[in-house]
């Protein structure tokens, strides 16, 4: 085996590592059937909870690190349906309250909670066009960053803050707004979404270096 796929290999293997030791599933599997059956998005799931986990800007503003399990309550609802490619997911019908013992925090459930295989999430580009999609945030769709702030963005709908307003309010009929509160978002959690593409991208260049050195 060359050095390059050895060093390579071991990159690749500290970090699935240290992923699974610092964000192990804090639930039972089977209820978040999504990040088992789909890889595109159990990557996402895993990127959002480490943020989540971590003593940062971010995860302060949404209640601090527990809010980890109102998360995985969101995406336990969460199942792939197909409609409009402009939506990246959504919500609806009825909600349901609830108090978090451990923050304090109010937040909601609603009954649907979709994720659109046809949107932002996936894909990039409008079917059968070469017009790409919008992007969310200032991320460009179907990029790890976009998928990122997507459901940090659902995970808004869902938590009151201290003022007893919804951390973000209600945007399912005006993409507006929707693009107000993606913005929202990435000003507070923006650092700890770019970061994720910056370790990964400091793997391959300590990789780089260690076949140089060799050589």
Not at 167 to 185: E, Q, Y
Request: net charge negative; hydrophobic share 35%.
């Amino acid at each position: 085996m060359k050095a390059r796929e050895i060093l390579t290999g071991i990159a690749l293997l500290a970090v699935a590592l240290s992923t699974i030791a610092a964000n192990p599933l804090p639930v039972d599997p089977s209820a978040l059937p999504l990040v088992l059956e789909d890889d595109v998005f159990g990557s996402a799931y895993y990127d959002t909870v480490a943020i989540l986990r971590s003593e940062n800007r971010c995860s302060e503003f949404f209640g601090g690190t527990s809010t980890v399990d109102i998360f995985d309550r969101l995406i336990a609802k969460m199942h792939k349906n197909y409609f409009p490619a402009d939506i990246g997911i959504r919500m609806g019908g009825e909600t349901e309250n609830f108090l978090d013992n451990q923050t304090n925090r109010r937040y909601r459930m609603f009954e649907k909670v979709e994720l659109n295989g046809n949107g932002p999430f996936y894909k990039s580009k409008y079917s059968d066009s070469v017009r790409t999609l919008p992007g969310i945030g200032t991320y460009r769709p179907d990029t790890r960053e976009a998928r990122v702030l997507m459901l940090l963005h659902e995970l808004g709908h869902t938590i009151k803050g201290d003022d007893g307003n919804w951390l973000l309010p209600n945007d399912g009929d005006d993409d507006s707004l929707s693009r107000r509160n993606s913005l929202k978002v990435e000003k507070v959690c923006g650092e700890e979404i770019s970061r994720l593409g910056r370790v990964e991208g400091k793997m391959g260049e300590l990789a780089n270096a260690a076949e140089v050195n060799h050589h």
